[in-house]
T-cell receptor, first 113, second 115 residues
Framework: AQSVTQPDIHITVSEGASLELRCNYSYGATPYLFWYVQSPGQGLQLLLKYFSGDTLVQGIKGFEAEFKRSQSSFNLRKPSVHWSDAAEYFCAVGFNQGGKLIFGQGTELSVKP | GAGVSQTPSNKVTEKGKYVELRCDPISGHTALYWYRQSLGQGPEFLIYFQGTGAADDSGLPNDRFFAVRPEGSVSTLKIQRTERGDSAVYLC?????????????FGPGTRLTVL
């Protein structure tokens, strides 16, 4: 069965520091891969997505993610975190047919001043 | 333009009651999805519609849950004989088409509390 694992439930980083959020997936082929952000009281917002091609993808708000097939990973990175990045981050996989998404359990990001 | 809207934003009900949750997708989006997000968890897929028909309802937990989209736009998620374990945020999303190549736009959710 397809699954998504985000091993870190909660991460705290200092403002200005770099960030990496981990995501591993289990699927027989290369799925479509997504990162979403959810701020308190806000809906889920798409940060970036990977379908094929260049394995390093750029997203909004200065985020990027790298797909590594050999590790079944799609880690999210940002070189310098801002206080406004504090939120819950979800990794998700999708499929060519049907469009439903399978989400990881999320990583809560706190930012220290 | 308007995004996905969901009503009500909050719903408190008693165990055993019937509830309806409404989703208004983005105009022109043919695909509509329902997810459930329990506290501390990621969204969990329930059902998706392509047009008026339910193309995949494999995520509905049991027959107390039912959803309709009679005119291919607004959708209603219906829960009969609610249980405390149904308490969660119910999210709706819509997209231009029924593949993951089309971005899903999420609504703010309906927080359901079953007492």
């Amino acid at each position: 069965a397809q699954s998504v694992t985000q091993p870190d439930i909660h991460i705290t980083v200092s403002e200005g520091a770099s960030l990496e959020l981990r995501c591993n997936y289990s699927y027989g082929a290369t799925p479509y891969l997504f990162w979403y952000v959810q701020s308190p009281g806000q809906g889920l917002q798409l940060l970036l997505k990977y379908f094929s091609g260049d394995t390093l993808v750029q997203g909004i708000k200065g985020f990027e993610a790298e797909f590594k097939r050999s590790q079944s990973s799609f880690n999210l990175r940002k070189p310098s975190v801002h206080w406004s990045d504090a939120a819950e981050y979800f990794c998700a996989v999708g499929f060519n047919q049907g469009g439903k998404l399978i989400f990881g359990q999320g990583t809560e990001l706190s930012v220290k001043p | 333009g308007a995004g996905v809207s969901q009503t009500p934003s909050n719903k408190v009900t008693e165990k055993g009651k019937y509830v309806e949750l409404r989703c208004d997708p983005i105009s022109g989006h043919t695909a509509l999805y329902w997810y459930r997000q329990s506290l501390g968890q990621g969204p969990e897929f329930l059902i998706y519609f392509q047009g008026t028909g339910a193309a995949d309802d494999s995520g509905l937990p049991n027959d107390r849950f039912f959803a309709v989209r009679p005119e291919g736009s607004v959708s209603t998620l219906k829960i009969q004989r609610t249980e405390r374990g149904d308490s969660a945020v119910y999210l709706c999303a819509s997209s231009l088409g029924p593949t993951s190549a089309n971005e899903q736009f999420f609504g703010p959710g309906t927080r359901l509390t079953v007492l």
